[in-house]
């Protein structure tokens, strides 16, 4: 059995504290999004689903990631698993996700949407999943895919916060086009 120091893991430590770090703080900025949309009355509770809870569980699976990666683990086996099992619950929140985006009625997502809401979550997710398979393996290069998706996933989310809180500030009618 390795001593911790001497895992590859230690040296991601730095990077893992930034990326999760992020995603934390990112992920109570998502709270106010929500509430400016509910406020706004913009979407249903049905798009919430399809739009801002993804980002929150995007910005959760970083923080997840980085929390795993950053255990002092003293065999690469459990993390292994643990990433295993945080990808692949990623991959049937991604399917998830796409009923969400099929079934939501307040907006007609575009090919932009599809590709930032559905396809690179499902890459990342996979990404992730084939990180922790050859984990064990391949160390470093399993370690820079997982580093990889975790930053994919928290671009994922700053651009889908970002999609929409200027989705809210545009999209909602301003005072005059309210009045009759």
Do not use: K
């Not at 399809?50 to 002092?72: I, K, W």
């Not at 099929?102 to 979550?121: G, M």
């Amino acid at each position: 059995m390795a001593a911790p120091g001497s895992l590859p893991l230690a040296e991601w430590e730095s990077f893992y504290v930034i990326v999760g770090s992020s995603a934390a703080a990112l992920t109570g900025l998502q709270f106010v999004v929500v509430v400016l949309s509910a406020e706004a009355r913009v979407g249903s509770a049905h798009t919430t689903r399809a739009f801002g809870t993804p980002t929150v569980v995007h910005f959760c699976a970083v923080l997840l990631v980085s929390a795993v990666l950053s255990a002092p683990w003293h065999t690469l086996s459990t993390p292994s698993l643990a990433l295993g099992a945080c990808g692949l619950a990623g991959l049937i929140y991604g399917a998830v996700v796409l009923s969400h985006l099929r079934r939501q009625t307040d907006y007609v997502p575009v090919i932009e949407d599809w590709i930032w809401y559905a396809v690179l979550p499902l890459v990342a997710y996979a990404g992730l999943v084939t990180s922790a398979t050859e984990l064990r393996a391949h160390p470093v290069p399993s370690l820079f895919l997982a580093g990889a998706t975790a930053l994919l996933l928290l671009f994922i989310g700053i651009h889908n916060a970002w999609d929409a809180v200027t989705y809210i500030a545009h999209g909602r009618p301003s005072s005059e086009e309210q009045r009759p």
